[in-house]
């Protein structure tokens, strides 16, 4: 049974992490041990990422995972952590309004405390009122249940290139303000790393704005110094890993050497960290 009560403490103090100038920085995960490894690293709060679970569960991403499936990996990454966890739940898993209201109260009974919700469809982007649409149905849902959700309104104009480069920034201001009037609480815009761009987003965007990053892009810290709110890394440590996977296997298999096994953490600590 859902435990209410430290639902609203964990969806609270993942609000209170959002602060323009010192952001969340999240370093997403996708299953118990990433979860387990992250949190243990220092972590303030959790966030999944739907490309490292999508192919932790056989699946490619981009919508190709039933909510079930992916629900349940949430289920078991909040079960395996003490940390507020948010939920990437992608297009929100269904066509209607109606199925991303169901996804949230998914998301709720698995325990996690905050979602995103993109904007992204097939061939390019959703309507902005329809995204309104969806995210004024989560909010509901979040409502009803009595949790505050902390909602983060994913729009892929930069992402997906959309539109005229030199209406890019109008667009995607006029998004965040419909999605914001709807009830997002958060705004992401991943695709933007200059800084320059970053602060006119900030400025423009009465709400945390959330950038993904890695490598390449500029530090934490230059952007905590834009404004930034919050910072996520999205799939990257996940496409790490499964790089050290392929290049200590081709090492072992081919030249017989062992040297992309170094730096691990030592079999003492990992069990130790499960036990």
Do not use: C
Not at 92 to 111: C, H, M, S, W
Request: glycine content about 12%.
């Amino acid at each position: 049974m859902t435990n209410t009560a430290a639902l609203i403490a964990k969806a609270r103090a993942l609000h209170a992490l959002h602060t323009p100038g010192r952001p969340l920085v999240l370093a997403n995960v996708w299953d118990i041990p990433s979860a387990r490894i992250v949190q243990d690293a220092g972590a303030a709060a959790l966030a999944t990422t739907s490309s490292g679970v999508s192919w932790e569960l056989g699946a490619a991403d981009g919508d190709h995972l039933e909510r079930e499936r992916a629900v349940e990996a949430v289920s078991r990454i909040t079960a395996a952590v003490e940390l507020p966890v948010t939920a990437d739940i992608e297009r929100g898993y269904g066509e209607r309004p109606e199925d991303v209201a169901a996804t949230v109260r998914a998301v709720f009974g698995a325990g996690a405390v905050g979602v995103n919700l993109e904007d992204s469809v097939d061939g390019g982007l959703r309507p902005a009122e329809e995204m309104a649409e969806r995210i004024a149905a989560a909010r509901a849902a979040a409502d009803e249940a009595g949790v505050p959700l902390f909602l983060n309104a994913r729009t892929d104009t930069y992402l997906r290139q959309a539109g005229e480069e030199s209406g890019r920034l109008a667009e995607t201001l006029r998004r965040a303000a419909v999605y914001r009037e709807a009830g997002a609480d958060g705004i992401f815009v991943p695709g933007v790393v200059d800084l320059g761009l970053v602060k006119e987003l900030v400025d423009g965007i009465d709400a945390p704005l959330n950038v993904l990053a890695g490598p390449g892009a500029p530090e934490v810290g230059e952007f905590a110094g834009a404004g930034v709110a919050r910072v996520s890394v999205g799939g990257r440590i996940a496409e790490a890993v499964h790089g050290l996977v392929r290049r200590a296997a081709k090492e072992v298999l081919t030249t017989g050497g062992y040297t992309h096994m170094a730096g691990a953490i030592e079999y003492g600590e990992l069990n130790e960290l499960f036990g």
